[in-house]
């Protein structure tokens, strides 16, 4: 890096200090925005998820579950485990 005349080593070090603090507070704040993101996404996913899950249980209750229903059961409980750990790991992240 070539430097400008006027400028001393102790004056570019400084402002490469600084650039550096920018930087870091611009990747949390682009960390703060991706968290909000999946946390809102996980709580929409889960909002969708939960009517279907219950009521695929009732129908289990009701009657012993035949083919589809057991598999689109088993998908959903799946896919519901799955968003709970997500959603569990980013609150862990974010303690």
Do not use: C, Y
């Amino acid at each position: 890096m070539l430097l400008p005349s006027a400028m001393t080593l102790s004056t570019a070090l400084i402002e490469l200090d600084r650039s550096a603090a920018l930087l870091d507070a611009v990747a949390a704040l682009i960390n703060l925005i991706v968290a909000v993101i999946a946390w809102r996404s996980s709580a929409q996913v889960a909002k969708t998820l939960n009517p279907l899950i219950e009521g695929a249980r009732s129908a289990r209750r009701r009657r012993a579950p035949q083919g589809r229903l057991r598999r689109d059961m088993s998908r959903l409980e799946a896919m519901s485990h799955l968003f709970e750990r997500r959603r569990r790991a980013h609150a862990r992240r974010r303690a």
